[in-house]
């Protein structure tokens, strides 16, 4: 099964730049999504499509996806950004959804 | 808008089954997408158990694939949820959501999920 793997903790201060990183087995070949959760929350879609952003969710966030690392960029970092985030994939070997297993971004 | 909210006994048994309702308001589940339920056990992450179609075409979790059912009625415009023998283990928040599809190289459909339910706890104990 596929295996998606990130920092469990990425700290940064108000107005810096944070980078949460999602490592798979060539993962730049793959449509990676990513989600932000705040506590007693359900997961919110920031971005889609390796670098896509829904409707709503602010330019900060952006997205890239290479070779075996797929990467969520928080730029302008807010004390309203501090959540877990998750990455995801759909693993098309045996048709599922895969999650890796979460980063908690601290604002400091 | 489209929203979904989930439905079901809070506590379980060990060894019963446990049974969820998602119902999906703001859009027709027969107009299309995939549908499914993403679990998350207290203090831990994101697992995601299984989708299913109108039609009832199905993606299920391997790891869980023994013992998970995903139904939809359409005609309530709502999906279902059952997993059997339920052991502590089980005990999460359970969310349901919208699966959108993207065409990736040589036809490849990857999926993600854009709407969310609320989720709803469930407890296994005796």
């Known amino acids: 099964s596929y295996v998606l793997t990130q920092p469990p903790s990425v700290s940064v201060a108000p107005g810096q730049t944070a980078r949460i990183t999602c490592g798979g087995n060539?993962?730049?070949?793959?449509?990676v999504h990513w989600y932000q959760q705040k506590p007693g929350q359900a997961p919110v879609l920031v971005v889609y499509?390796?670098?896509d952003r829904p409707s709503g969710i602010p330019e900060r966030f952006s997205g890239s996806n290479s070779g075996n690392t797929a990467t969520l960029t928080i730029s302008r970092v807010e004390a309203g950004d501090e959540a877990d985030y998750y990455c995801?994939?759909?693993?098309?070997?045996?048709?599922?959804?895969?999650f890796g297993g979460g980063t908690k971004l601290t604002v400091l | 808008q489209v929203q979904l909210q989930e439905s079901g006994p809070g506590l379980v048994k060990p060894s019963e089954t446990l049974s969820l309702t998602c119902a999906v308001s703001?859009?027709?589940?027969?107009?299309?997408?995939?549908w499914g339920w993403i679990r998350q056990p207290p203090g831990k992450g994101l697992e995601w158990i299984g989708s299913?179609?109108?039609?009832?075409?199905?993606y299920y979790n391997p790891s869980l694939k023994s013992r998970v059912t995903i139904s939809v009625d359409t005609s309530k415009n709502q999906f279902s949820l059952k997993l059997s023998s339920v052991t502590a283990a089980d005990t999460a928040v359970y969310y349901c959501?919208?699966?959108?599809?993207?065409?990736?190289?040589?036809?490849?459909?990857?999926?993600?999920?854009?709407?969310w339910g609320k989720g709803t706890t469930v407890t296994v104990s005796s």
């Open positions: 299913i179609y109108h039609s009832g075409s199905t």
């Open positions: 499509d390796d670098s």
């Open positions: 060539n993962i730049g070949s793959k449509s």
């Open positions: 703001g859009y027709s589940i027969s107009s299309g997408y995939y």
């Open positions: 995801q994939v759909w693993d098309s070997s045996s048709d599922h959804g895969v």
């Open positions: 959501a919208r699966h959108r599809e993207i065409g990736g190289v040589a036809g490849t459909i990857y999926y993600y999920m854009d709407v």
